[in-house]
């Protein structure tokens, strides 16, 4: 027999001769509060055939593409009850074999998942992944997930469940249910890791399905998971941060600024500027977003003079929603009329050299002039 398959059917056979059915009182969010059994059984690996590198590592405050962010999650792998050369368990999800993991979410949105999934023994059937607000609800989301894109446990990762965004309560309770859609026991399968000692406060892996569920393989037991979110319904889309600390470019009726922004959402809710101004202007700074550089205007914002400073600062701009036909937009800084010298001006903050967004541009004498090295500070927020 296969060594690596030998090890995985004989601790199989061993907790499905001793440990593989649990009676316990149902907790207060079970639908009809009955008492129940239900048949557990576990899959293991040996150690050798499993790399867990990064898998405990998670980046909590660095945005992705997406623009979401980790919000809550469990990534051990620790167990108090089971023999430590097998360094992952996972409990068997096929047939009737149903798994659910609470979590308490702090941002608005959930935007995705990632849970530490895998197969045996090659299943033809398919495993779907859903949200639901309560156990026995319908759910708020579901996402199904081929054969082909979940790995075998030589390859084991963290699988990821993108789905449409979907607005949550923060503090409230929600569940990650996951079940096959066919199989049975034995048979082909797949296994949700998971990891014992409550290391998840805020939740509790659950087992069952339909009306009757229980904890998963007894008590203090939380699968491994993280959830992405948005703080806020908008997200940041694009950026240039970088100020290179050189003195910028007066701002007046001939003399505009102007970024190419290519963005990536639909809607544009919140623009975010860099600025400075030199002495005492004495009229406001115009933003204005537009479809091309001299015409097209979708929304122009005041700034006064008394809510800049002489030192570079960050200026957010709430903006009315703007629903973008295009990719590509331009942010022009100008003023209504002429006025003042270098000595009482606007500036814009800048990186150079930098090819990030394309160009900056500038107007001068009604002409507007292009540089590919330089891009103006900005952060464009938005939905998809």
């Known amino acids: 027999m296969n060594q690596k398959l030998g090890g995985i059917l004989l601790c199989m056979m061993f907790f499905g001769a001793s440990m593989s059915v649990i009676s316990a009182q149902l907790p207060e969010h079970t639908i009809d509060g009955r008492v ?21 590592e998670v980046d909590l405050d660095i945005p992705n593409p997406k623009g979401d962010m980790v919000d809550q999650f469990m990534v051990e ?37 990632k849970l530490l999934l895998w197969k045996h023994d090659n299943p033809t059937f398919p495993i779907q992944i859903s949200i639901r607000e309560n156990l026995g609800d319908d759910d708020l989301v579901s996402v199904i997930k081929s054969p082909m894109e979940i790995p075998m446990y030589e390859e084991l990762s963290l699988v990821n ?30 296994a949700w890791a998971f990891s014992e000692g409550d290391p998840y406060v805020h939740g509790e892996g659950l087992a069952g399905g339909d009306d009757t569920w229980i904890p998963a393989y007894g008590l203090d037991t939380d699968f491994v998971f993280i959830t992405y979110g948005l703080k806020s319904d908008d997200f940041l889309d694009q950026s240039q941060t970088i100020d290179s600390g050189f003195d910028s470019f007066i701002i007046d009726e001939t003399r505009s600024l102007g970024q190419t922004v290519c963005t990536g959402v639909s809607v544009l809710t919140k623009l ?11 009229q406001d700074l115009l933003v204005s977003i537009r479809k ?10 005041h700034i006064s ?38 000595q009482d001006s606007y500036g814009w903050s800048y990186a150079k050299p930098s090819d990030l967004f394309e160009k900056a541009w500038f107007l001068k004498d009604g002409l507007w002039y292009s540089n590919k090295n330089l891009d103006f500070c900005f952060e464009t927020y938005g939905i998809k």
């Not at 975010?272 to 004495?282: D, I, Q, R, Y």
């Open 77 to 113: 792998t620790e167990y108090l009850s089971f023999d430590p050369e097998y360094p992952v368990y996972g409990l068997i999800i096929t047939g009737p074999y149903q798994m659910a993991q609470s979590f308490v979410p702090t941002f608005p949105t959930l935007t995705r998942i």
């Open 272 to 282: 975010s500027l860099k600025l400075f101004k030199n002495g005492n202007p004495n």
């Open 161 to 190: 469940i993108d789905f449409q965004d979907i607005p949550v309560v923060p503090g409230n309770t929600y569940y990650i249910v996951v079940q096959a859609l066919g199989g049975g026991f034995p048979g082909p399968m797949y």
């Open 36 to 56: 129940k059994s239900f048949d557990q059984k576990l899959l293991l690996f040996p150690s050798e055939d499993v790399d867990l590198e990064g898998i405990g």
């Open 305 to 342: 003079p008394d809510e800049l400073s002489e030192t570079s600062e960050w200026i957010t701009l709430d903006i009315p929603d703007i629903e973008l036909e295009g990719s590509i937009i331009y942010i022009i800084l100008h003023t209504e009329t002429l006025f003042g010298t270098m």
């Open 292 to 301: 091309s550089l001299k015409s097209g205007t979708l929304v122009t914002m």
